[in-house]
């Protein structure tokens, strides 16, 4: 049991950190002064939110999804968090595959509107920023559904990319 303990010991004091001395002023150095840097790295963080599970009501035209959103990002200057977006678009019949009903997602950021295809992607680069995602189907896709539970998968893949 010594032998364990000195060895962790020794393992201890050759681990420990060492000061180290980058230069030396004395009496007989030309120059009384000397320069060193200071240098340290902060690795880029950021929390991104995405919509949860939708129910959408029978008949529903159009059905809020949530919204995509920077909740705090300490990213690199000219760098963004991209989010894309894939989905086949379709709620599939969940005891006849051939049943669905297509959907369209719309995506707002800002101002703007756009139709969501697979590949969508927005760059997000400041906390607080969003895109807020609707669920849109046609009355008439509504009225060609066959009775019974639907339901399709989006995914939303997250990327640290450069800003342009």
């Known amino acids: 049991m010594k032998k364990i303990i000195a060895l ?12 180290a001395f980058a230069a030396e002023i004395n009496e007989s150095t030309d120059s009384k002064q000397a320069d060193v840097t200071i240098s340290t790295s902060v690795a880029p963080a950021y929390t991104v939110s995405i919509p949860v599970n939708a129910n959408v009501a029978f008949n529903a035209a159009e059905t ?19 989010v894309t977006i894939t989905s086949d678009f379709d ?11 297509p959907y369209t997602l719309k995506a707002t950021k800002g101002t703007a509107t756009e ?18 995602l609707t669920i849109n189907i046609a009355q008439a896709d509504w009225d060609a559904a066959a009775a019974g539970d639907y339901s ?13």
């Open 115 to 132: 139709t969501v295809g697979t590949g969508y992607s927005a760059k997000l680069q400041n906390t607080g920023d969003k895109v807020a």
């Open 64 to 82: 809020d999804f949530g919204s995509v959103s920077l909740e705090s990002a300490r990213l690199a200057p000219n760098k963004a968090v991209e």
């Open 91 to 101: 709620l599939n019949n969940s005891a006849d595959n051939t049943a669905v009903i």
């Open 152 to 164: 399709d998968t989006v995914t939303f893949n997250i990327a640290y990319v450069d800003a342009v």
């Open 8 to 19: 962790l010991s020794a393992a201890m004091l050759s681990a420990a950190s060492v000061t």
